[in-house]
């Protein structure tokens, strides 16, 4: 993943936030959208672009195209700088791969502890019956 080329595909566009706000969210654009195009990126490789297709399934549109936003601050520079961050934050987890489990075997010592504790268990219920029913 090449973090620099990847930031000249980011493609941006500032639209009015929603919500209260007065004549202020009237008048200024401070909200950030971003947008991606997975399958047209030089900065990933195959098996990345296959990583995050697979794990971003639900946040790309039919287009495979990854869109974010941000409106939390007032600023639209610090929206943008939130929902750059935002973006590099969603591509590391969609790129990790998490280890395989190796398989094991119990030790005998737990096996044998399984077993004890089941007959222990096992003669304590038995201990409950009554000697009439034979």
Same mark, same amino acid.
């Given at each position: 993943?090449?973090?620099?080329?990847?930031?000249?595909?980011?493609? &941006? #566009?500032? $639209?009015? @936030?929603?919500? /209260?706000?007065?004549?202020?969210?009237?008048?200024? @654009?401070?909200? %950030? %959208?971003?947008? &991606?195009?997975?399958? *047209?990126? =030089?900065?990933?490789?195959?098996?990345?672009? /296959? !990583? $995050?297709?697979?794990?971003? %399934?639900? #946040? !790309? @549109?039919?287009?495979?195209?990854?869109?974010?936003?941000?409106? *939390?601050?007032?600023?639209?520079?610090?929206?943008? *700088?939130? %929902? $750059?961050?935002?973006? &590099?934050?969603?591509? #590391? =987890? /969609?790129?990790?791969?998490?280890?395989a489990r190796k398989?094991?075997?119990?030790? =005998?010592?737990?096996?044998?502890?399984?077993? *004890?504790?089941?007959?222990?268990? /096992? &003669?304590?219920?038995?201990?409950?019956?009554?000697?009439?029913?034979?």
């Amino acid at each position: 993943m090449n973090k620099a080329l990847l930031l000249t595909e980011l493609n &941006f #566009k500032a $639209i009015r @936030s929603s919500g /209260a706000g007065g004549q202020h969210v009237n008048k200024v @654009s401070s909200k %950030v %959208v971003l947008s &991606f195009a997975v399958l *047209e990126s =030089k900065g990933l490789n195959e098996e990345e672009k /296959a !990583l $995050i297709l697979k794990n971003l %399934v639900t #946040k !790309l @549109s039919t287009s495979k195209t990854l869109s974010l936003s941000c409106d *939390e601050s007032r600023s639209q520079h610090r929206n943008k *700088e939130m %929902v $750059i961050n935002r973006f &590099f934050e969603t591509l #590391k =987890k /969609a790129l990790f791969v998490p280890k395989a489990r190796k398989k094991t075997k119990p030790t =005998k010592s737990s096996n044998r502890k399984r077993l *004890e504790s089941k007959k222990k268990h /096992a &003669f304590k219920k038995s201990a409950r019956k009554r000697l009439d029913d034979y």
